[in-house]
C-alpha cells in the first residue's frame, strides 16, 4: 500500500469518527434538554440556588454547557424564578426608601458628570441633584439612604476600566444601573460614565442594548474558561476582558468580564456564575443610554 493510500484512508477514518462523534453529541444534548424539561416539570417551588443543587445531585455527569442551558430553562420555565434572582442581584428592590431620597441622585458637580446626568436623569422618576464634595461622599449617601443613585466615571479610552472607582461600588455594595459615554475634550478621549445604586431606575426606555458585568477571582496563573465556554449559550456576546491581582491576597487574580446580552438571558447567566464560581461578584446589569 502506498503512503498516499494510507492517508486516503486515514483521512476516511478521520471523517467518519468525526460525523460519529458529532451524531452522538446531537443525541446527548437531546436526552440532556429532556431531562431538564422533565426534571423542572416535577421540581417543587425552591429557591433558585436550592433547585441547581438538588438537580446536580441526581444529574452529577453534566458538564459545564448543560449545567448552564439548565440555568437557563429554570429561568425561562419556572415561575418567578427571574423575579427571586433579580431582586437579589439588586439589593435595594424591595428596600424602601427614606421620605426624600426618592428620585435623588448625588453628584459631584462638573460639567462632565452634569453633562451626564442629563442623559441618564431622565430613566429615574422626579431626579433631583444632590451635590457631593467626592465621589465617595456621593457613594455613602446611597449607603446612608440619603439618595436613590449616583453618577460615577467607571472607564476612559485612554485608561481602560478607572479601578479606583469599581473599587467604591465593592466596598459600599452599589450595582451599574444605566450607562452613557461622553466625549471629553481632554487626552482621555470617550468617558463612559453610570448610574449607580441599588435598583434599576424606573423609566428605562424601550430597545435598549443591555450589557452584563461581573468579577471572577481565581488562583494566580488560572483562567475562568468556562465562563467564554458557555457565554453563547446565554446568547451572551463579550465585550471587554481585564484583570487585577487582589490586593489581600497575592495568591489570587480577579477578572472583570462585560458582555452584551438580552436583559431576559441575564439572571441565567448570573445563577450559571453564582453556583460555579465561589469568588464571583455581580457588577451590573445596565441598558446604555
Known amino acids: 500500500m502506498t503512503q498516499s493510500e494510507q492517508i486516503r484512508i486515514l483521512r476516511n477514518n478521520i471523517r467518519i469518527y468525526s460525523d460519529r462523534s458529532a451524531l452522538s453529541q446531537q443525541q446527548k444534548q437531546l436526552c440532556v434538554s429532556q431531562a431538564i424539561d422533565r426534571w423542572l416539570r416535577t421540581a417543587s417551588p425552591q429557591e433558585p440556588d436550592i433547585l441547581y443543587r438538588l438537580f446536580l445531585r441526581q444529574f452529577p455527569e453534566m458538564t459545564e454547557a448543560d449545567r448552564a442551558r439548565f440555568c437557563l430553562s429554570l429561568v425561562e420555565t419556572l415561575p418567578n ?18 421620605v426624600g431620597s426618592h428620585g435623588g441622585i448625588a453628584l459631584v458637580r462638573n460639567r462632565y458628570n452634569e453633562r451626564a446626568f442629563t442623559i441618564l436623569s431622565p430613566t429615574v422618576i422626579g431626579a433631583k441633584q444632590y451635590p457631593a464634595p467626592s465621589f465617595s ?6 449607603a446612608n439612604n440619603r439618595c436613590k443613585f449616583s453618577i460615577l466615571p467607571l472607564e476612559n479610552t485612554h485608561d481602560g476600566r478607572l479601578f479606583g472607582f469599581y473599587a467604591m461600588l465593592d466596598r459600599y455594595e452599589l450595582k451599574i444601573c ?9 487626552l482621555v478621549g470617550n468617558t463612559r460614565y453610570a448610574l449607580v445604586g441599588r435598583s434599576l431606575p424606573d423609566r428605562i426606555p424601550k430597545h435598549c442594548t443591555w450589557s452584563f458585568e461581573c468579577s471572577i477571582a481565581t488562583a494566580a496563573g488560572s483562567f475562568p474558561h468556562d465562563i467564554l465556554t458557555v457565554a453563547a449559550i446565554f446568547h451572551a456576546e463579550l465585550l471587554s476582558i481585564d484583570s487585577l491581582p487582589v490586593l489581600y491576597d497575592e495568591e489570587l487574580q480577579r477578572f472583570y468580564f ?16 453564582s453556583m460555579e464560581h465561589s469568588r464571583y461578584t455581580p457588577i451590573g446589569l445596565y441598558p446604555i443610554l
Open 81 to 98: 424564578q427571574n423575579t427571586l434572582l433579580f431582586d437579589k442581584f439588586f439589593l435595594g428592590a424591595e428596600e424602601e426608601a427614606t
Open 178 to 186: 444605566a450607562v452613557c459615554s461622553l466625549e471629553t475634550e481632554n
Open 258 to 273: 462585560a458582555f452584551r446580552i438580552p436583559k431576559e438571558h441575564a439572571m441565567a447567566f448570573h445563577l450559571y456564575c
Open 137 to 142: 461622599d456621593a457613594c455613602e449617601d446611597i
